[in-house]
Nanobody
Framework: VQLQASGGGLVQAGGSLRLSCAASGRTFSSYGMGWFRQAPGKEREFVTVTTWSGSIRYYADSVKGRFTISSDNAKNTVYLQMNSLKPEDTAVYYC???????????????WGQGTQVTVSS
């Protein structure tokens, strides 16, 4: 499975961004599609995950109510809509997929290249 993340950028606090993650290849092995982020000097942390059907979604408490994950099966693409962004949301955002619906990075087999999100105060 190959993952291509896009949509990052620079935004002011309170603004919005939408990230995309397009999957290709042997996507039949993909069950959970997740987003993680990593800020400088910090460990990679879970943000959100969804099944391709969208029937099950989990969010980290830090983003609940502000971020929304969605999927478009026809395009093999997962989106992360980020609203009410805060400076502490600044990080490199990675999409990932694997056979589980997991909140820990080691459960994911395939990773995208990451896209930088910077929120200015």
């Amino acid at each position: 499975v190959q993952l291509q993340a896009s949509g990052g950028g620079l935004v002011q606090a309170g603004g919005s961004l939408r990230l995309s993650c397009a999957a290709s290849g042997r996507t039949f092995s993909s069950y959970g599609m997740g987003w993680f982020r990593q800020a400088p000097g910090k460990e990679r942390e879970f943000v959100t995950v969804t099944t391709w059907s969208g029937s099950i979604r989990y969010y980290a408490d830090s983003v609940k109510g502000r971020f929304t994950i969605s999927s478009d099966n026809a395009k093999n693409t997962v989106y992360l809509q980020m609203n009410s962004l805060k400076p502490e949301d600044t990080a490199v955002y990675y999409c990932a997929t694997g056979p589980y619906l997991a909140t820990t990075a080691n459960k994911y087999d395939y990773w995208g290249q990451g896209t930088q999100v910077t929120v200015s105060s």
